[in-house]
């Protein structure tokens, strides 16, 4: 069975950090482009960040620019969110999917906004003091 599974998730006071993590199983993440999620309560679920295949093209949502950080380890099978600078607002489920994108450009929009093969189930990110 196919699966990806997010961890890393927690609660953490403002400023502080996480690393999420999005791990494959049952099929290898080399041919997929990964998209990092998130829905906090009583909102739309919106794209945070992505990565290609290749890891060489990443793009983040403006209000995660420059405190966020995607990466992948194609031997692990695992795409990572490190997660700097956190603020409230950031407080949300996390979810990651892959998309069927062999192109070695990505953006968020075209990743975030088309169906997406593979979901994880999802972890939840408090920031609170």
């Known amino acids: 069975q196919w699966q990806l599974v997010e961890s890393g998730g927690g609660l953490v006071q403002p400023g502080g950090s996480l690393r999420l993590s999005c791990a494959a199983s049952?099929?290898?993440?080399?041919?997929?482009?990964i998209v990092w999620f998130r829905q906090a309560p009583g909102k739309e679920r919106e794209g945070v960040s992505c990565?290609?295949?290749?890891?060489?093209?990443?793009d983040y949502a403006d209000s995660v620019q420059g405190r966020f950080t995607i990466s992948r380890d194609n031997l692990k099978n695992t795409v990572y969110l490190q997660m700097n600078s956190l603020k409230p607002e950031d407080t949300a489920v996390y979810y990651c999917?892959?998309?069927?994108?062999?192109?070695?450009?990505?953006?968020?929009?075209?990743?975030?906004?088309?169906?997406?093969?593979?979901w994880g189930q999802g972890t939840l990110v408090t920031v609170s003091s």
């Open positions: 049952g099929f290898t993440l080399d041919y997929y482009a």
């Open positions: 990565i290609s295949i290749s890891g060489g093209d990443t």
């Open positions: 999917a892959a998309a069927a994108w062999v192109l070695p450009e990505v953006t968020l929009y075209e990743l975030s906004t088309r169906p997406l093969e593979i």
